[in-house]
């Protein structure tokens, strides 16, 4: 029953994430094990979006060290759950819960050695800037807790990129790259300090090179003409390159016409959608707190009462009109949904 839910909702995310984003590039599955313990190390610039990502196309069934503070409801907290998310507890969230830790961090252990999949993000919290921050040590303590406990267990550590052209806006493009595998029991050395230290360095330099990476010096002035080159942000090792070349190699892309179409579809939609939408620009909007959350918020009400008040006005028009003319409604707003996100 189990495996029945996460399969449903898999499949129901995927198909919602494909009409969320205009692209979604997904490359190098092919280094993701499929019957080895996996722990995923990915860059978080996203907030729950990039969770999302990972789940739906990496090919597992993974679990999620998730931030303690969205699960204090407890209908999100169960539903969470559900999910295969695990609360993990910051400073942030009070000296008292940081203990919980270890309960959790024990669970990741007994999961790795049933050889399932974990997703974390090391850098320990979310971050809209295009840069890999430094890690944090909350990863290495599984992996070589895991190894003393199990020594003989083949943990595998596989680099995330996820990529995004404008991470907060709509409509978005996005990839993912899924990087070599490392070997955990690589990094066991006599000393933990010295291993902890090399096994978080070649971390970040491998999840560094799957997203773009724009150093924190001068990020501001380095942004801004990326802009201006009008790079494409889902092809990191090109735009590292620019960097790294001061622009030298740096191509100018493809500034994106204007298409005169898309404003009229854009409000035709909105018209078609009206109360979703203010609910989403009157309610939901001047609760998020944090950019970040921005998108997250956004596909959920793009999955939850944009589809509902869309069926709720099809059965309207069919109850009163017939139901040629709901489906007529249906099949046209569909197209234009899609022409608007996919094309325009």
Same mark, same amino acid.
């Given at each position: 029953? +189990? ?8 499949? !129901? ?14 490359? /190098? ?5 499929? %019957? ?6 990915? %860059? ?11 789940? *739906? +196309? ?12 969205? =699960? ?7 539903? @969470? ?7 993990? !507890? ?38 809209? /800037? +295009? ?32 990529? =995004? ?22 990094? @066991?050395?006599?000393?933990?300090? +010295? ?16 997203? *773009? ?12 003409? @990326? ?17 790294? *070349? ?12 204007? %298409? ?18 203010? $609910? ?7 609760? $998020?707190?944090? $950019?970040?959350?921005?998108?997250t918020f956004r596909f959920a009400i793009y999955v939850t009462l944009f ?21 007529? !409604? ?9 022409? !608007?996100?996919?094309? =325009?």
């Amino acid at each position: 029953m +189990k495996y029945l839910w996460l399969h449903s909702i898999r499949t !129901y995310i995927r198909f919602g994430l494909f009409c969320y984003y205009k692209s979604f590039r997904v490359y /190098n599955t092919q280094h993701v094990p499929k %019957n080895k313990p996996v722990l995923f190390l990915a %860059n978080h610039q996203n907030a729950l979006i990039d969770p999302l990502l990972i789940a *739906t +196309k990496s090919g597992r069934f993974s679990y999620f060290l998730t931030r303690a503070s969205v =699960f204090k409801k407890p209908l999100v907290s169960k539903f @969470l759950h559900s999910l295969q998310m695990l609360p993990v !507890y910051r400073i942030r969230d009070g000296w008292s819960n940081i203990s919980n830790n270890n309960s959790i961090f024990s669970t990741c252990t007994e999961l790795l050695h049933q050889h399932k999949a974990i997703v974390i993000f090391p850098e320990g919290s979310h971050h809209i /800037n +295009k840069t890999v921050r430094p890690l944090s040590k909350g990863f290495t303590r599984i992996v070589f807790e895991t190894l003393e406990k199990y020594p003989d267990i083949d943990l595998q550590l596989i680099p995330v990129g996820i990529n =995004f052209k404008q991470s907060e806006a709509f409509v978005d493009r996005t990839a993912l790259f899924f990087g070599k595998p490392l070997d955990a029991k690589a990094y @066991l050395q006599k000393d933990r300090n +010295k291993a902890v230290i090399a096994l978080k360095q070649d971390v970040q330099e491998a999840i560094s090179k799957l997203t *773009t990476h724009i150093p924190n010096d001068n990020y501001e002035e380095t942004f801004k003409k @990326l802009e201006q080159h009008h790079v494409d942000y889902l092809n990191p090792e090109a735009v590292n390159t620019c960097i790294q *070349t001061n622009f030298e190699t740096c191509k100018v892309g493809v500034k994106p016409k204007f %298409n005169p179409f898309k404003p009229l579809v854009k409000y035709i939609l909105l018209i078609n959608f009206i109360l979703p939408f203010l $609910i989403w620009r009157h309610v939901i909007i001047p609760k $998020i707190k944090e $950019i970040e959350f921005k998108a997250t918020f956004r596909f959920a009400i793009y999955v939850t009462l944009f589809p509902i008040w869309f069926f709720a006005i099809t059965l309207i028009l069919g109850a009163f009109f017939g139901w040629q003319v709901a489906l007529g !409604y249906a099949l046209s707003i569909t197209v234009l949904s899609l022409l !608007y996100v996919k094309v =325009f």
